[in-house]
């Protein structure tokens, strides 16, 4: 029984989300986080996809070279994740022919109302049901300050909703 944290990563944010997520698996399965550039996951027993959401949904070659600006300019204090402008989300959901085993999508925003934000996580779940497959879970979307720094408690969110993500898939094998 395996998990693959998969995730896409312009600041940091949404990568330490994908870590909490992965430690709220960790006690029910071997888990592993990566960004999802480097191609691979896509066979694991449950594959949790994550992505920051640009411009009202999943980052595009052209946003990712936006966030590389905005971490260029020294007053925004941003460091840039060192895979951030390579592929991501988007394009990993592209070669994908067949849907994973089983999935759950999250995405991190910024703290305004979902319906001026978006949200990436819906643009995910939208690409997967495409497939015809559906999440194991809704999906969860984490807020960063408009700083682009994690909102307090989003770490602990994101662990619970990890626990119960393993509980739901994972569990009820180790019942058996
Ligand atoms: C080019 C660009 C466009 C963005 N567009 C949106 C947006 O439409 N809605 C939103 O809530 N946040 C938007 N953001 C903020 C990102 O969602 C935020 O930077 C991200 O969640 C932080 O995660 P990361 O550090 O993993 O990149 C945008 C950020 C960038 C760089």
């Known amino acids: 029984m395996t998990a693959v944290v998969l995730y ?38 449950l594959v949790v996809l994550g992505a ?24 925004q204090h941003l460091t840039l994740e060192p895979e951030a402008t390579a592929s991501g989300v988007r394009e990993w959901l592209e070669q994908l ?7 759950a999508a999250f995405g991190t925003r910024v703290d305004i109302p979902r319906m001026f934000a ?6 995910i779940q939208r690409r997967l ?4 497959s ?5 999906s969860e979307c984490f807020v960063v300050t408009t700083k682009n720094t994690l909102v307090d408690g989003e770490l602990e969110r994101a662990r619970e909703w990890g626990r119960s993500l393993g509980e739901h898939v994972f569990a009820p094998l180790v019942a058996e």
């Not at 870590?19 to 691979?40: D, M, N, Q, Y």
């Not at 022919?97 to 999935?103: F, K």
């Not at 049901?129 to 015809?132: K, N, Q, S, T, V």
């Open 52 to 75: 920051p959401t640009h411009a009202h949904t999943l980052p595009r070659p052209e946003s990712r070279k936006e966030a590389a600006r905005w971490a260029d300019d020294p007053e």
């Open 97 to 103: 022919t067949t849907p994973p085993e089983a999935w």
């Open 129 to 132: 049901r495409r497939l015809g």
């Open 8 to 45: 896409e990563s312009m600041f940091g944010n949404t990568r330490r989300i994908a870590e909490a997520i992965a430690e709220g698996l960790s006690p029910v399965t071997a888990v592993t986080v990566e960004p999802c550039s480097r191609g691979g996951g896509a066979d694991a027993d």
């Open 118 to 123: 978006g949200d990436a996580s819906a643009g």
């Open 134 to 138: 559906d999440p194991i879970a809704e």
